[in-house]
């Protein structure tokens, strides 16, 4: 085995028994990169308490998402050229390091910039898996496999809340970084042994400028979403000038990537219908996500009552639906080599999941919730993938990690963007309803609630508080505590159901949009020797 993982090639094709085992890594890293995200989030309220840093909290999230997303369209432009091995060996390596120096950080500002170098390694882990995948199975193959790549993901949502909490308890915050090591040597082994060293035939400039100015441009325009609705208002000064000057910037990428020789993002991708297509479908599908179920976690333990110790537990109806739609989606495409009927169904199956959503209340039930979530999740579990699949099969092989990565990038924009809108959406309902259904007796409280952010109300220790303050009235504190509870509930169910209806209009877009993407059959063994240059304008 060594010296066949030792023989250099001119592709990234894996072949032969190295493809299992060269599998075998792209799950273990789907599955400790996915989890480190939910385990740090779980330990961030001990992480503030020892390091007393709470005003850099939000950096410990932002410096790691700039870092990672700016990243993902570099590794995999290079990765076509130089192969993948030394970009993955190189992220695991560096998210290894990010996550050994985050776990021995003394202050919040060390870990934040531990959090910005691991950041650099996560682009690779975001972009080199996937890519992977590809090189091991053609599309038609690889369709089977989505099942087993979504079980993956699905199981490190649900564990990696639970782990956090334990680990803190049991151990200490700092295990939540380093547990990260045991795993990334074994992907490391992993790489070594199973991906081939490629020497590319051709010789490439890399387009170094192009990566400076993309990163130039997408830094404030990360920092602009990150920071509106929270730090700043999403009119004020600081934001515009940050979302303007980093749109500024990024025409001039455009502009230098339309004339530069070997563009790090090239624009004729774009022209390729498919590509576009399924670009504006994720971003359409990674809204309906977020306006729907994002904030799940919060209405079923702020209106429903759940004791939910973290949103792993809350949400794994939804994964359990990502799994069941990803497996049979999967299957179909396999046998089929088709895919514009599923998608067609699986736009309709979301919208059927969203307006189903749309109908919770105060008196829903949490197991109406459970229904709610597996339809839905069924319907993006199928979606998701079938895009990536259509993409892949859509250019030459030798595309792949150009074309892998900048759908990636776009999708993690999608989110970026996505979340400080929605959040702003549901703190404004909620802000404006509650103070519509407080009572006269507590119109004291209005100014004080004014503008607070609903997730803060729902922790045990804050409601403890507030109960405690309460309390100094004597016997009529409990009552009006009551009364404020009471307040905060149909406030947050006011403004989820916001939420719930914005996401249903992206899920009709969402649906509209897979009647615009074209078809093209998935391709079998023979991709891996294909090379027609007609696909790339498929129209």
């Known amino acids: 085995m060594s010296q066949t993982a030792a023989a250099v090639q001119t592709t990234n094709q894996i072949t032969g028994q190295r493809k299992w085992w060269a599998f075998a890594t792209v799950l273990l890293t789907m599955f400790f990169s996915s989890m480190d ?47 993948r ?20 950080a003394h202050t919040m500002t060390e870990l934040v910039w531990a959090r910005a170098f691991q950041g650099i390694g996560a682009g690779a882990m975001m972009s080199m898996p996937r890519a992977t995948v590809g090189d091991i199975f053609s599309p038609q193959e690889r369709a089977k ?42 992907a490391i082994i992993g790489v070594i042994v199973a991906l081939p060293r490629v020497r590319s035939e051709a ?20 920092l602009g979403f990150t920071w509106a609705g929270t730090k700043y208002a999403w009119g004020s000064a600081p934001t515009l000038a940050l979302l303007l000057g980093g749109a500024a910037v990024l025409v001039l990428f455009v502009l230098w990537e339309r004339k530069a020789a070997d563009p790090l993002l090239a624009p004729s991708l774009f022209k390729n219908r498919i590509f576009s297509t399924s670009l504006i479908l994720g971003m359409l599908v990674g809204m309906t996500m977020f306006g729907s179920l994002m904030f799940l976690p919060i209405y079923v333990q702020g209106v429903i009552g759940l004791n939910a110790q973290n949103s792993g537990w809350v949400m794994t109806p939804m994964m359990g639906g990502f799994i069941v739609g990803s497996m049979v989606s999967g299957q179909v495409m396999s046998k089929t080599g088709r895919y514009r009927y599923l998608a067609w169904l699986s736009g309709a199956v979301i919208v059927v999941g969203s307006i189903l959503l749309n109908q919770m209340n105060l008196h829903t039930t949490w197991g109406t919730v459970m229904v709610n979530m597996v339809v839905i999740g069924l319907g993006i579990g199928s979606l998701m993938p079938l895009m990536n699949m259509a993409v892949q099969n859509a250019f030459p092989y030798k595309m792949m990690g150009t074309v892998n990565s900048t759908q990636q990038f776009v999708s993690s924009l999608a989110g970026v963007i996505a979340s400080p809108i929605f959040g702003s ?18 119109a004291a409280f209005k100014s004080k609630l004014a503008g607070l952010n609903p997730q803060s109300l729902l922790t045990a220790q804050a409601q403890d508080a507030i109960a405690r303050e309460f309390n100094k009235f004597g016997p009529a504190g ?24 914005v996401g249903l209009v992206f899920a009709i877009l969402s649906f509209l949009g897979t009647f615009f993407l074209p078809e093209v059959k998935l391709k079998g063994r023979e991709y891996f020797e294909s090379n027609p240059a007609s696909e790339e304008s498929v129209s």
Do not use: C
Request: glycine content about 10%; overall charge positive; cysteine-free.
């Open 37 to 83: 995200q939910t385990v740090v989030s779980t330990a961030m309220p001990t992480i503030i308490g020892d390091l007393k840093g709470f005003s850099l909290y939000s950096w410990v999230f932002t410096a790691y998402m700039i870092t990672s997303s700016i990243t993902v369209p570099i590794y995999g432009k290079l990765s076509d050229v130089f192969g």
């Open 85 to 104: 091995k030394p970009f993955y060996l190189f992220g695991l390596i560096m998210f290894g390091v990010g996550s050994a120096v985050s776990g021995m």
């Open 145 to 186: 496999w989505m099942g087993v790549m979504m079980a993956v993901f699905g199981i490190s949502s649900i564990v990696g809340p639970a782990l956090g909490g334990w680990i803190t308890d049991s151990l200490s915050w700092r295990w939540v970084f380093y547990i990260n090591l045991p795993f990334a040597v074994l």
């Open 203 to 222: 010789r490439v400039k890399v387009d170094w400028i192009g990566a400076t100015v993309l990163t130039i441009g997408l830094i404030p325009m990360l």
């Open 425 to 442: 959406i549901l703190s404004k309902a909620f802000s404006h309803k509650l103070s519509e259904s407080l009572p006269a007796s507590l």
């Open 478 to 501: 409990h009552h009006m505590y009551a009364q404020l509870m009471d307040a905060v509930k149909a406030s947050l169910t006011f403004g989820i159901q916001h939420l719930f209806e």
